[in-house]
Each structure stands twice: as C-alpha cells, then as structure tokens.
C-alpha cells in the first residue's frame, strides 16, 4: 500500500488489532488464514469463471494482510524473521494463485489473453523478486509505480469487472498491469544500481 495511506489505516485498525492481541490471535496465524483462503479461493473460483464471486472471497482474505504486520508490531514479541519469511512466502504463492486460477479458464477456452497472463504474471514476480534479492545484499528497495497492493487492486477490479460481464475489462485490466509490473521492474533495478554505484 502506497506509504501515504498507511498510517491512516493505521489508525482505523489499530481497535481491532487490540481486540487480536488481547485474544492471543498471533500475527503468524493470520498471516497462514489470509494466505491459505485466498489462494484456495482463487483456485476453486476462478478456473470455473465464477470470476465475480472469486474476487469477493479474495479480497476477503487479502485483508488479512492488513493486521499481520500490525499485530507483530503491537504484540510484546515484535516482528520476527520467521513471520517476515512465512508472510512474504504466503503473498507469493496468494499472487501466484490469483494469475494461475484465471489462466486455467482462459487456457481451457483458448483465449488470446493466454500470452498476456504469462507475461503480466513473469512481470510481477520479478518486481517482488529484485526486491528480495536487493534486500538479501542489504539493499532497500522499496517503492515503484505498482507495488504489491496497486497490482492486486488492478488485478481483482479487472477480474471483478470481467465477471460483470464488462466488456474488454479483463483485457484492459491485464495490459495496464503487464504495462505497470515491466515499469516498476525498470524502477528497481535502476534503485538497485544506483544503490552500488
């Protein structure tokens, strides 16, 4: 989420993540719920088309991604390499699910945007993986046109959208995402290099 909202989502959870805490809710378990439910939610709809109903079920889940972070920072035990790991693994494979799921029902329909869901899919991945890589060499790499949460909004709004039966949303959706992922790829590794020049 762009850096100029967060704080004031912040302040609009932070009386649930109290009420999380003071039920023992770890950061960790929400993290595993939000990560499972969405990529088995993404799986079960969207390769039936069930397009519009699978967008509700994920988006219910990625929520949980909004108090993980939250909880492990409000909690006496902090933030933990284990729940930093286990939370970047779990948005990977929910990201993952969310591409293959309607990639199934295009390639069982033969649709011309088969192509455009691979390169739309191999674009995002890179961008959260020159992260990784750049943090593994003590790099920051944040920022970029479309981080993590501008790419899903686009995706599921583009899928939700096609399940409405809108014309061309889901090709519009796609190319603005394949367009945005190959940018905010260029922007990384421009931060990567200028941060070893």
């Known amino acids: 989420m762009q850096r100029s909202l967060r704080d004031p989502v ?7 993540v ?18 499972v439910g969405s990529v088995c939610s ?17 988006a219910a889940f990625v929520l949980f991604d909004l108090f993980d972070g939250a909880v492990a920072r409000a909690s006496n035990k902090g933030i933990s390499k284990w729940g930093a790991v286990l939370d970047s693994t779990l948005d990977r494979l929910s990201d993952a699910a969310i591409f293959v799921g309607a990639l199934l029902f295009f390639i069982k329909n033969d649709d ?13 991945f890179m961008v959260s993986y020159i992260k990784a890589r750049a943090e593994s060499l003590d790099i920051v790499c ?9 790419r899903l909004i686009i995706a599921l709004i583009a899928y ?13 959706g796609l190319w ?22």
């Open 160 to 172: 939700g959208l096609h399940g409405l039966k809108v014309d061309y949303a889901m090709a519009i």
């Open 10 to 16: 912040a302040k609009i959870i932070a009386p649930l």
């Open 112 to 124: 011309r945007l088969v192509p455009l869901f691979l390169i739309t899919a191999v674009a995002s």
């Open 42 to 58: 993404a799986l079960y709809f969207f390769p039936k088309g069930d397009f519009l109903v699978g967008v509700i079920w994920v």
């Open 18 to 35: 109290k009420i999380l805490i003071k039920l023992r809710i770890s950061a960790n378990l929400i993290s595993t719920i939000g990560g």
């Open 142 to 150: 944040n920022g970029g046109i479309a981080e993590r949460s501008e």
């Open 176 to 197: 603005i995402l394949a367009l945005l992922s190959v940018f905010t790829m260029a922007q990384r590794m421009l931060i990567v290099y200028k941060a070893v020049k």
